[in-house]
């Protein structure tokens, strides 16, 4: 059975904040890894490099690792009703979820609780 990674992917992101755990999340036995947007329109991180999410919120499967880099574009989605759904419907079901020291302290009103330094996580 595939252990499905989700990264949420979001204009301003930090490239390195979804590269880094990216590359160890490809190399796990049956994961499957799936960069997740609104749209499969490109994102542009903090940097300028582009890149393409290869499924939308409404066409995720149900994630077993919820990741959510960080990054300067994490503020304006507090307020994006679209991701927060989506955060709320994979969290529930979701074994783990994983975000990004600056956007765990935002994700708290999600009833998310950081549990590790750098990056955090909650197991169910």
């Not at 990054?71 to 419907?89: C, K, Q």
């Not at 969290?91 to 999600?110: K, P, V, W």
Request: hydrophobic share 40%; with cysteine.
């Amino acid at each position: 059975m595939p252990f499905n990674v989700g990264f949420l992917l979001f204009p301003e992101i930090t490239q390195l904040d979804l590269i880094g755990p990216y590359e160890v999340f490809i190399r796990l036995p049956d994961a499957r890894v799936h960069l997740v947007a609104k749209t499969l329109d490109p994102v542009q991180s903090s940097a300028g490099v582009r890149i393409l999410p290869v499924t939308t919120m409404a066409d995720c499967p149900a994630l077993d690792l919820v990741c959510v880099p960080g990054g300067a574009g994490m503020n304006p989605l507090l307020d994006d009703a679209e991701t927060l759904a989506f955060l709320r419907l994979q969290g529930m079901e979701a074994r783990y979820i994983a975000f990004r020291r600056d956007s765990g302290c935002r994700t708290r009103g999600q009833g998310w609780q950081p549990v590790y330094r750098r990056w955090r996580y909650r197991r169910h």
